[in-house]
């Protein structure tokens, strides 16, 4: 009787680890590209309005779908917090890369973001303030910096206006199709940092309001590593012990030093919270945005 019992327990085990007598179910990808790098940015906001691509050095990136003659940090406008300005985008997916990692440029891709692991920013943009103007450009990958806005370049990442129009809505209207050198001088000097909001309030007509936003953070989907590989089961036979445990009166030892506590690997990206006041300014240009701008799924058209 005992022969029969383990005879077909040992068939039962050769069929549970024989390949292909396994039954599970294998998750199955939503066929979408995504940043294997920087997996919180796979957002349906990135993933429906543009496609990721491997460039040279720069590894996994993303390019926007839109028209050829588009830039970054130009549907929009610009807002004071208290201490930075901060840009409102009318583009569906400025929450993410206007305020976290950095843009470059290539004939192939044309403009393309670089994911980055900083923390969220007001502006990912490099700063020219001189004479009565004010100019921004997207900030460049490895800490690169932009050709002056007046050098003549195939590459216009520039956008200056003038002071008195620097925190109009819908800023890109009012952009100065040239720009002229300046004398770097003491009467008129060159900064390379964020206009001072005192030095804006003295051009432009309305008090500058100071403008709060809450960020909410943004839980990503991360598509589920496939695998063919069925689990290994292992049965592992219980030793018996018919000897009591020792009692001893030995009182253990208490550590004095903390425990170690292990740093979160996780960083979740946050999405800024458009006051009502704002959300209007964007509700009315981004449909024009959509339509005139975007090219939803579909991809961007290279330059060549």
């Known amino acids: 009787m005992k022969a029969k019992i383990f005879t077909l327990l040992f068939f039962v085990l050769t069929a549970w680890f024989i390949p292909g007598c396994y039954v599970s179910s294998v998750s199955q990808d939503n066929g979408q590209s995504y940043n294997s790098d920087y997996p919180e940015y796979n957002v349906d906001d ?3 309005y543009g496609q990721w691509e491997d460039v040279n050095s720069y590894g996994r990136v993303w390019s926007p779908s839109v028209v050829n003659d588009w830039q970054p940090f130009t549907n929009g406008h610009w807002t004071w917090d208290g201490n930075d300005w901060v840009w409102v985008s009318y583009e569906p997916f400025g929450w993410i ?3 976290y990692g950095s843009w470059d440029y290539s004939p192939d891709y044309g403009w393309f973001w670089i994911p980055g692991s900083e923390e969220w920013t007001p502006a990912c943009v490099q700063w020219i303030d001189y004479g009565d103007y004010v100019g921004w450009a997207p900030r460049r990958s490895h800490n690169g910096n932009w050709a002056e806005p007046w050098n003549d370049n195939n590459v216009h990442p520039w956008t200056v206006v003038k002071m008195g129009d620097f925190n109009r809505e819908n800023v890109m209207s009012y952009r ?3 720009v002229a050198r300046v004398d770097n001088s003491n009467q008129n000097p060159i ?4 206009p001072d909001v005192k030095t804006i309030q003295r051009y432009v007509k309305e008090p500058i309001g100071v403008v709060k936003f809450e960020k909410e953070p943004v839980v ?3 598509p589920p590593v496939r695998t063919n590989n069925a689990p290994e089961r292992t ?4 030793v018996r012990n018919d000897n009591p445990p020792e009692r001893t009166n030995i009182t253990p030892e208490r550590p004095n030093t903390p425990p170690v506590t292990k740093p979160q690997s996780n960083r979740h990206i946050v999405r800024m919270q458009v006051p009502p006041a704002e959300k209007q300014k964007v509700d009315r240009y981004s449909p024009k945005v959509q339509k005139d701008v975007l090219v939803k799924k579909n ?3 290279q330059q060549k």
């Open 46 to 48: 990135l993933n429906q």
């Open 97 to 99: 890369v206007y305020h």
């Open 176 to 178: 100065m199709p040239n």
């Open 191 to 194: 900064q390379r940092r964020q």
């Open 220 to 222: 990503t989907q991360i």
């Open 235 to 238: 049965v592992t036979t219980p």
């Open 299 to 301: 991809p961007r058209t």
